[in-house]
């Protein structure tokens, strides 16, 4: 494929922009190579600036859940920014996308919105800490929550993916109070719970885990989780970012029965634009400014453009819901994938969750980091390359998770899984 043209625009973009990109999670540099620059998308497709076409697998790192420019998500955007962008005032808008969360989360008597899902779990973890007026937080080694200082710690997506789970930058002193375990070690949750409970103010994890590449948690493990946070007056923290309103309408914590203390949010529920957004039981809620005395604003929180984004993607997927598609199409991709790594005797590990999933090289059955870790990410570089090169837009790591939307068909399907076969047949 050409790529002349973005690597023109890199070369340029690495000048004035560190690495090149606003985020590291895009720079590929797991995979080698070079980024691509995006002209546009529409439904399941990105076109680049050298006007290659690509089935799109990441769609924004999950919050086009409904396909790239859906047109209902277009004209809210349109209609709101007509009105003007932002007014640093109080709109209804911000309560309708409130009463479409809680009524999709009950758990979410309360929300606050913010700008991105790095600014809700950031605001959390303080509330979660003001509330119990504790000051341990509990994270799961490969879990991410975005690059707050006190959770840069064994941190999953790009961090894991560059080899800095724990930045230069953080003080020692921003993550003392941080306590790192395990993903499903119910034995370390047990042990740390028995040992120091009476200090934690919250467990933090995702309830499936999109950023060491997908992980389920065992049922065990949440039963565990519920149980010893009740037990010990510590809060139990859901980071749906990723889950919300993908898994299910009431992500993760509606397809498993749980009922977290605190939900955090982002991606699907800003429709592509900058929302992100904390919640929870109200008389914990209650306690951030100016109700109480925990400190949170944000100059652009509640951005009517982005209000009517995410009210437009939150009422498509409540008035004409994808989840029987979205499953339908990600089993098919997860039965022509494991079909042809098998064919192709490559040893591979298929973790999946509705229409999230991680194709993972590794002969190791993947339920944590360490397992996760055994993956041939060389071997994941050659592959994404050459199912680049055949118009499949893969996430550009292995620890990361691919996202199927309501606008792949099964015409893409076969068109992934044909790329793959190739490639693997290619690679032997
Ligand atoms: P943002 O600050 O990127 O909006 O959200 C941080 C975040 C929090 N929690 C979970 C579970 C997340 O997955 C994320 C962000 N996810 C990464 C992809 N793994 C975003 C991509 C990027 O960093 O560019």
Same mark, same amino acid.
């Given at each position: 494929m050409n790529r002349t043209k973005s690597h023109a625009a890199f070369e340029r973009a690495k000048s004035l922009i560190p690495g090149g990109v606003n985020s590291p999670a895009r720079a590929f540099g797991a995979v080698g190579g070079e980024p691509i620059f995006i002209s546009r998308a529409e439904g399941p497709y990105l076109f680049d600036i050298d006007g290659n076409r690509y089935i799109d697998l990441i769609g924004s790192w999950g919050p086009m859940i409904l396909g790239h420019a859906h047109p209902r998500v277009v004209a809210a955007a349109i209609e709101a920014a007509r009105n003007g962008s932002s007014y640093g005032a109080p709109t209804e808008r911000e309560s309708e996308l409130a009463e479409l969360i809680h009524e999709a989360m009950p758990s979410v008597e309360m929300v606050r919105m913010v700008s991105s899902g790095t600014e809700a779990s950031m605001s959390a973890v303080r509330l979660a800490r003001g509330y119990t007026g504790r000051d341990l937080i509990v994270k799961f080694a490969g879990c991410y929550h975005g690059h707050v200082d006190s959770l840069l710690v064994s941190a999953g997506s790009s961090a894991l993916t560059l080899g800095v789970p724990t930045s230069p930058g953080v003080p020692i002193g921003?993550?003392?109070?941080? #306590?790192? !375990?395990?993903?499903? =070690?119910?034995?370390?949750?047990?042990? $740390?719970?028995? /040992? *120091?409970? =009476?200090?934690? @103010?919250?467990? $933090?994890?995702?309830?499936?885990?999109?950023?060491?590449?997908? #992980?389920?948690?065992?049922?065990?493990?949440?039963?565990?989780? *519920?149980?010893?946070? +009740? +037990?010990?007056? @510590?809060?139990? #923290?859901?980071?749906?970012?990723?889950?919300?309103?993908? !898994?299910?309408?009431?992500?993760? +914590?509606?397809?498993?029965?749980?009922?977290? =203390? !605190?939900t955090i949010l982002g991606k699907i529920v800003g429709g592509g634009y900058p929302v992100g957004a904390y919640g929870g039981r109200a008389e914990i809620m209650k306690k951030i400014m100016p109700a109480g005395p925990v400190f949170q604003a944000g100059t652009l929180s509640g951005n009517p453009v982005a209000m009517a984004a995410g009210i437009a993607t939150l009422k498509e997927l409540k008035e004409n819901p994808p989840y029987a598609k979205l499953e339908q199409m990600s089993a098919a991709i997860e039965k022509g994938l494991r079909l042809v790594a098998?064919?192709?005797?490559?040893?591979?590990?298929?973790? *999946?969750?509705?229409?999230?999933?991680? $194709?993972?090289?590794?002969?190791?059955? #993947?339920?944590?980091?360490?397992?996760?870790?055994?993956?041939?990410?060389?071997?994941?570089?050659?592959?994404?390359?050459?199912?680049?090169?055949?118009?499949?837009?893969?996430?550009? /790591? +292995?620890?990361? %998770?691919?996202?199927? /939307?309501?606008?792949?068909?099964?015409?893409?399907?076969?068109?992934?899984? /044909?790329? %793959?076969?190739?490639?693997?047949?290619? $690679?032997r």
């Open positions: 921003c993550t003392n109070d941080t #306590v790192v !375990l395990q993903f499903n =070690d119910v034995e370390g949750l047990r042990s $740390l719970f028995q /040992s *120091r409970g =009476d200090k934690i @103010a919250g467990v $933090l994890l995702e309830p499936v885990v999109g950023n060491m590449g997908l #992980v389920t948690p065992t049922k065990e493990f949440r039963t565990e989780l *519920r149980r010893l946070t +009740q +037990q010990h007056g @510590a809060l139990l #923290v859901y980071d749906e970012v990723m889950t919300g309103f993908r !898994l299910s309408p009431g992500g993760a +914590q509606q397809m498993f029965g749980d009922f977290p =203390d !605190l098998t064919e192709a005797g490559i040893p591979h590990q298929f973790n *999946r969750v509705g229409s999230m999933w991680t $194709l993972f090289f590794t002969p190791t059955p #993947v339920v944590d980091l360490d397992t996760a870790k055994t993956s041939d990410t060389a071997y994941f570089g050659r592959f994404f390359w050459k199912m680049m090169d055949r118009g499949v837009y893969l996430p550009c /790591s +292995q620890y990361e %998770a691919a996202f199927t /939307s309501a606008a792949h068909t099964m015409t893409h399907v076969e068109a992934i899984v /044909s790329a %793959a076969k190739q490639a693997f047949q290619e $690679l």
